[in-house]
């Protein structure tokens, strides 16, 4: 059950004692969920923790008029920092949770997850490191949904996901899912960027030339 794979995306698995093991293995599962697939809706109660092995999830809000707007994604070696919230202290989940790719998922039942958190150091170590490292993303994600202008977060969005050499891997639609818009309202942004001179678009990829303009 727990496979090379999911201690190579979760180290922490492959530090617990024997009998937490044994538990871990009896009660977990493996789970496939498609492209697109929702997993957790707004005010759902948290049923246990989902562990992404492969893929990618997104977690979202709706606005009044039913527009999505992204707060994060989940990829390996991450969680949900609102779900292990919401499971720890048995809360309603405050977001929406998505397939945003093909996704293979580990999935721990909420009392099996809370048992092992109160018996192991590295499972407290791992809930902790979530609920710490996705608070400054949350933030900044929760500012960005304030700007009026969807050309600022656009230009937000780029400078976050740019490398040292200035490069962002992504298509537009992978953008706007980020975003939580269209992918033609994204492509309008960076064709102005790009007649602008600030931007080099090529398939699958955008160039930083200017990134000061985009500050």
Same mark, same amino acid.
């Given at each position: ?7 190579? +995306? %979760?180290p922490?698995?492959? $530090? ?25 809706? $707004?005010?759902?109660?948290?049923r246990?923790? %989902? ?15 039913? =527009?999505?707007?992204?707060? %994060? ?9 609102? +779900?292990?919230d +919401? ?16 996704? $293979?998922?580990?999935? #721990? ?7 092992? %958190? ?5 499972? !407290? ?17 929760? *500012? ?5 202008? #969807?050309?600022?977060?656009? $230009? ?13 891997t ?29 931007? !080099?678009t090529?398939?699958?990829? #955008? =160039?930083?030339?200017?990134?000061? +303009?985009? *500050?």
């Amino acid at each position: 059950m727990i496979t090379p794979q999911i201690v190579a +995306a %979760y180290p922490f698995l492959g $530090k617990l004692s024997a009998p937490s093991r044994r538990l871990l293995e009896k009660h977990a599962s493996v789970l496939s969920a498609m492209k697109g697939a929702d997993l957790l809706r $707004k005010g759902d109660r948290i049923r246990g923790l %989902y562990l992404v092995v492969s893929g990618r999830l997104r977690v979202f809000t709706l606005n009044h008029d039913g =527009d999505e707007a992204a707060l %994060y994604a989940i990829v390996p070696g991450e969680s949900c920092p609102l +779900a292990m919230d +919401a499971m720890l202290h048995e809360k309603l989940h405050q977001a929406w949770v998505a397939a945003d790719l093909p996704t $293979k998922l580990l999935f #721990i039942p909420a009392p099996i997850f809370r048992t092992l %958190y109160e018996k192991e150091s590295t499972v !407290r170590d791992f809930a902790l490191g979530v609920l710490a490292g996705r608070i400054s993303t949350l933030m900044d994600s929760l *500012a960005e949904l304030s700007l009026d202008s #969807i050309a600022d977060r656009v $230009k937000n969005h780029l400078l976050r996901a740019a490398n040292e050499r200035g490069e962002i891997t992504a298509t537009h639609q992978e953008i706007a899912h980020a975003l939580g818009t269209a992918r033609e309202v994204v492509s309008r942004q960076i064709v102005r960027l790009r007649r602008a001179g600030v931007v !080099r678009t090529r398939r699958g990829r #955008i =160039d930083l030339l200017d990134a000061r +303009a985009l *500050a």
